[in-house]
T-cell receptor, first 112, second 109 residues
Framework: NAGVTQTPKFRVLKTGQSMTLLCAQDMNHEYMYWYRQDPGMGLRLIHYSVGEGTTAKGEVPDGYNVSRLKKQNFLLGLESAAPSQTSVYFC???????????FGPGTRLTVT | EDQVTQSPEALRLQEGESSSLNCSYTVSGLRGLFWYRQDPGKGPEFLFTLYSAGEEKEKERLKATLTKKESFLHITAPKPEDSATYLCAVRGGSYIPTFGRGTSLIVHP
């Protein structure tokens, strides 16, 4: 039981490049979330999903897109990376009772 | 809009020196207050959920309590391995928890 996994762990992009971050969970959770964490800012929600095929915007969605084609996977895309998107990205999932969240290990992204 | 404020931002303790972390919140219809621990370079790890005022939960040297306006995370006789950032979050009527900015705890041997 791996819990929540994220790929890749580290990535360096140049401004304007695109990439996709993959989150996978093996707990059969309905809810999945993408956060970014910056020093002094705490965790900020980018997008979330309440089930397969559904997504919604969070607090800071601009510049990001997401897809939830399979229940166990939640993808975060950056179409044209900007230096302001340098951050640590965390994926999380939670079960149908909306109890605690389980977080992945994070992806450290640097945009130069 | 749900709001969570954690204090202090940073706390330095000597090993064995007990203290408390505060999480003040405003939420419409509390459906859960969560405490997480985050070690450097890792994702947050779930500690406790509290659902109603007066509820308490314990785990080793940690004890979480809840009132209608705030929660405390009490750390009794801390050890250096308790050093971490502690995050508080609340969930109200939506699917989305609101997180505080965390308290960074350092316990010196």
């Amino acid at each position: 039981n791996a819990g929540v996994t994220q790929t890749p762990k580290f990535r360096v992009l140049k401004t304007g490049q695109s990439m996709t971050l993959l989150c996978a969970q093996d707990m059969n959770h309905e809810y999945m979330y993408w956060y970014r964490q910056d020093p002094g800012m705490g965790l900020r929600l980018i997008h979330y999903s309440v089930g397969e095929g559904t997504t919604a915007k969070g607090e800071v969605p601009d510049g990001y897109n997401v897809s939830r084609l399979k229940k166990q996977n939640f993808l975060l895309g950056l179409e044209s990376a900007a230096p302001s998107q340098t951050s640590v990205y965390f994926c999380a999932s939670s079960g149908p009772q909306l109890r605690e969240q389980y977080f992945g290990p994070g992806t450290r992204l640097t945009v130069t | 809009e749900d709001q969570v404020t954690q204090s202090p931002e940073a706390l330095r303790l000597q090993e064995g020196e007990s203290s408390s972390l505060n999480c003040s919140y405003t939420v419409s219809g509390l459906r859960g207050l969560f405490w997480y621990r985050q070690d450097p370079g890792k994702g947050p790890e779930f500690l406790f959920t509290l659902y109603s005022a007066g509820e308490e939960k314990e785990k080793e040297r940690l004890k979480a309590t809840l009132t209608k306006k705030e929660s405390f995370l009490h750390i009794t006789a801390p050890k250096p391995e308790d050093s971490a950032t502690y995050l508080c979050a609340v969930r109200g009527g939506s699917y989305i928890p609101t997180f505080g900015r965390g308290t960074s705890l350092i316990v010196h041997p």
